[in-house]
């Protein structure tokens, strides 16, 4: 099992940046491929991105590609999520997680019940 705890959102202006991380303790992320969701009130949660752990692929929402970076630190154990360039749509609780497997299929940990673990989540408000 895996324990994620994310950090670093907060209220940041349109056009502004964030950097998220999520710190993973219990079992290092090697054994899962790690991704971000999010969810607004009254919608559905929805996908971001997610990173093949060991060789660095990364895949990303239509809606976030060119603005949203995911990357990791190996040797920390931990996941981060740059985000710039930020709109007011962007606005959501931010959740790091863990999909089984460990290499990415799209059709697979682009869906939140291929996700295992989850942490707690992180808000985002970005202001008009």
């Known amino acids: 099992q895996v324990q994620l705890v994310e950090s670093g959102g907060g209220l940041v202006q349109a056009g502004g940046s964030l950097r998220l991380s999520c710190a993973a303790s219990?079992?290092?992320?090697?054994?899962?491929?790690p991704g971000w969701f999010r969810q607004a009130p009254g919608k559905e949660r929805e996908f971001v991105a997610a990173?093949?752990?060991?060789?660095?692929?990364?895949y990303y929402a239509n809606s976030v590609k060119g603005r949203f970076t995911i990357s990791r630190d190996n040797a920390k154990n931990t996941l981060y999520l740059q985000m710039n360039s930020l709109k007011p749509e962007d606005t959501a609780v931010y959740y790091c997680?863990?999909?089984?497997?460990?290499?990415?299929?799209?059709?697979?940990?682009?869906?939140?019940?291929?996700?295992?673990?989850w942490g707690q989540g992180t808000q985002v408000t970005v202001s008009s």
């Open positions: 997680a863990a999909c089984r497997g460990t290499t990415y299929i799209k059709t697979y940990c682009s869906a939140a019940t291929s996700y295992d673990y």
């Open positions: 990173i093949n752990w060991s060789l660095g692929g990364t």
């Open positions: 219990g079992r290092s992320f090697d054994s899962y491929v």
